[in-house]
T-cell receptor, first 116, second 111 residues
């Protein structure tokens, strides 16, 4: 079974530039998550989709971050304009259902962003 | 104060040692508790999950939850160099699907 695919793996941009990350979840997984992991910290949820609807985006900095999941499959996370503090790993994850119990969340390898 | 506290380590042990990793939390609504392992430059992978209080064993790994103390533990028996990674605890409340992670403990098992 193919895992969660993310691209690009690494990106270096200057502050105030824009960047977009793409995620393809495991086939058949209805729930997709974007997490931000700053070096030395645990992942923090940015946004959660159930099919193509947003379930939770309470921690998404909406003035600069946006995400979409068209047709309930692939997803794109965009940052515009980027700030130095956005340097982090952006992890995409997916699960079969939306509830926690019994629904293992599978993570991709992450997209590493450095803002200079 | 963070909702979930975890000692960042690093924790260095000799091969074959018993490792104890711990997290404390403040939110009494947390009911689901998980441990993830994260190798360098990889995404987290689920190791163990438990519901409410109690113990769960899976091979060399044992997870314990003490809700009265708001304290969870992961024990690794007969540790191997391949266990060297960052271990993240994660938890969530009933009806709230998002996971709240600890900051992770870096473990190094010396051959």
């Amino acid at each position: 079974e193919a895992g969660v695919a993310q691209s690009p793996r690494y990106k270096i941009i200057e502050k105030r530039q824009s960047v977009a990350f793409w995620c393809n979840p495991i086939s058949g997984h209805a729930t997709l998550y974007w997490y931000q992991q700053i070096l030395g910290q645990g992942p923090k949820l940015l946004i959660q989709f159930q099919n193509n609807g947003v379930v939770d985006d309470s921690q998404l900095p909406k003035d600069r971050f946006s995400a979409e999941r068209l047709k309930g499959v692939d997803s794109t996370l965009k940052i515009q304009p980027a700030k130095l503090e956005d340097s982090a790993v952006y992890l995409c994850a997916s699960s079969l259902g939306g509830g926690t119990w019994g629904n293992t969340i599978y993570f991709g390898e992450g997209s590493w962003l450095t803002v200079v | 104060q963070k909702e979930v506290e975890q000692d960042p380590g690093p924790l260095s042990v000799p091969e074959g040692a018993i490792v104890s990793l711990n997290c404390t939390y403040s939110n009494s609504a947390f009911q689901y508790f998980m441990w993830y392992r994260q190798y360098s430059r990889k995404g987290p992978e689920l190791l163990m999950y438990t519901y409410s209080s109690g113990n769960k064993e899976d091979g060399r790994f044992t997870a314990q939850v003490d809700k009265s103390s708001k304290y969870i533990s992961l024990f690794i028996r007969d540790s191997q160099p391949s266990d060297s990674a960052t271990y993240l605890c994660a938890m969530s409340a009933t009806g709230r699907r998002a996971l709240t992670f600890g900051s992770g403990t870096r473990l190094q098992v010396q051959p």
